[in-house]
């Protein structure tokens, strides 16, 4: 495939959403790349996905979803994801900037809600068909940090609400991929301002760019 797939990881408030949008902005105004750039996430990358992320997250305490079935639509969301989309970019030459992929199901419903992570594994295979990222950032912060600056927004969907346990397991769950991936994962810390992370990440992607042998004219952001 011909582009590549940089993947945005991490808890609930680690900043994700933030950084992939200053990335997406920076590299639209550098003259980096000549190839298009998308942005996308998971769940709801989508119309398909769009209407299982609603069914994923909605709060309705009336309505009990088990393990298995987020799984299987976690998982559906992604098959639709890869093959209606994630694929035709990457063939077509795009660099896409995706908002969480296989790691997270690895990390919330293998290390969180405790279902066997071979059976994770299998389910993501059959969902990407082998694929995965080129670039994982993980971006590293205090779990209750994170859980903050998320209520501060108030509203908090399904997953958001489940206890302080589930989220330090899936943040132990990220920390022991990105130790089996290291040359697939890098760990960002983010614990700090936004500034600081977005000029860390910077300087990982456009390593990495000139490693893919796209040419470098970027200014470095201010
Ligand atoms: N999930 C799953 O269980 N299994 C799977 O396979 C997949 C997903 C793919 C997706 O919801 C949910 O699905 C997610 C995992 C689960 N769990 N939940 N809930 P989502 O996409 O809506 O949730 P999210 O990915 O966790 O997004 P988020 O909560 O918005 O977090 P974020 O994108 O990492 O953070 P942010 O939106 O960029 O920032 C959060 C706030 O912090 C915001 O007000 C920012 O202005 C502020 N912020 C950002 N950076 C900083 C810094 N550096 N300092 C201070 N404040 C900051």
New binding site residues.
């Given amino acids: 495939m011909k582009g590549k797939l940089i993947v945005f990881e991490?808890v609930?408030?680690?900043?994700?959403?933030?950084?992939m949008q200053r990335l997406i902005h920076l590299l639209q105004a550098s003259c980096f790349l000549k190839v298009r750039l998308m942005a996308t996430?998971?769940?709801g990358g989508t119309e398909l996905g769009r209407r299982l992320r609603h069914l994923?997250?909605k709060q309705d305490p009336g309505e009990f979803v088990s393990d298995r079935a987020e799984l299987f639509m976690?998982a559906a969301d992604r098959a639709q994801h890869v093959e209606t989309c994630l694929k035709p970019e990457l063939f077509k030459g795009t660099i896409v900037l995706c908002?969480?992929?296989t790691d997270?199901?690895i990390a919330?419903?293998g290390y969180g809600r405790g279902i066997d992570l071979n059976l994770i594994k299998q389910l993501n295979d059959i969902a990407t068909g082998g694929l995965q990222s080129d670039l994982t950032l993980w971006?590293d912060i205090n779990v209750e940090a994170g859980l903050a600056?998320?209520r501060s927004?108030g509203g908090c969907?399904r997953?958001?609400q489940a206890d302080l346990k589930f989220h330090q397991r899936v943040q132990q769950g990220f920390a022991g991929l990105a130790g089996e991936n290291k040359s697939r994962i890098v760990r960002i810390d983010?614990d700090?301002?936004?500034d600081e992370?977005a000029r860390e990440i910077q300087a990982i992607v456009t390593r990495k760019l000139e490693d893919w042998g796209y040419s470098n004219n970027t200014n470095s952001e201010k």
């Fill in positions: 991490g609930e408030g680690a900043g994700k959403t933030t950084q996430r998971e769940p994923l997250l976690y908002d969480r992929f997270s199901t919330y419903q971006l600056r998320v927004r969907d997953i958001e983010g700090r301002t936004e992370v």
